[in-house]
């Protein structure tokens, strides 16, 4: 996973790509919360220490990996996947900030929004190769969560009034889950987020968007 390109573009584009929006199911019962999306309480976030993530991670998931080169002092820890989940955490200032948790057969968005209600904000970003990989979030930052569904298709299929663009549907099963401390706003997230200079918070903020509802169409922007 090239970790930095995930938090430049809405925290990146997942390795784990269906192949269509149809052949993704899901198995995840209601209700959701934080607690089974992310693997933590929500009021661990910014309490936990690197000692206690590690503890967590290798009672949950396995052996432990750690990066500390990632600057502004932010250490990563990462477990491999289990049950369908791999979980990433960062860690500032030996505090919690943020877990990213991959999943498999994770909940619809048409399950999220009618549990959580509309999100605050939606973000859409791609990466062009032989076709286009993108990637759409749900951000619900009074939650501490947003949610992604990251697909593949032609820049034919996602051209929209001569943009590209993704239709929103309520089947795009979530695989990746971010979590971190709930905030009134996005940002304000984004702001206490990683990597936090001036110019990656403008970029990632300039991707959030207003929710169009299912069936409207979310920008896709580099």
Not at 67 to 73: A, F, N, V, Y
């Amino acid at each position: 996973m090239d970790w930095l390109k995930r938090m430049i573009h809405a925290l990146t584009l997942s390795a784990l790509l269906g192949l269509c929006a149809a052949c993704r199911t899901s198995s995840f019962a209601a209700p959701l919360s934080f607690q089974r999306l992310c693997g933590l309480e929500v009021e661990q976030m910014g309490q936990m220490d690197e000692a206690q993530v590690r503890q967590w991670l290798e009672q949950q998931y396995g052996p432990v990996n750690r990066d500390s080169d990632l600057g502004e002092g932010v250490i990563r820890l990462w477990a491999p996947e289990k049950n369908g989940a791999a979980p990433t955490a960062f860690l500032r200032r030996d505090r919690l900030f943020k877990v990213l948790q991959s999943l498999k057969d994770g909940p619809p968005f048409g399950q999220v929004v009618a549990e959580f209600g509309a999100p605050q904000s939606v973000a859409g970003s791609y990466l062009p190769y032989e076709t286009i990989r993108y990637e759409i979030g749900l951000d619900y930052p009074q939650l501490g969560l947003t949610l992604y569904y990251d697909g593949e298709d032609t820049s034919q299929s996602l051209t929209h009034n001569g943009r590209l663009g993704v239709q929103m549907k309520s089947d795009y099963a979530v695989d990746l889950v971010s979590c971190y401390t709930p905030r009134a706003s996005m940002q304000q997230v984004i702001q206490n987020g990683f990597p936090s200079d001036a110019k990656s918070v403008g970029l990632i903020l300039g991707r959030r968007q207003p929710w169009p509802g299912f069936g409207g169409w979310v920008s896709l922007l580099p």
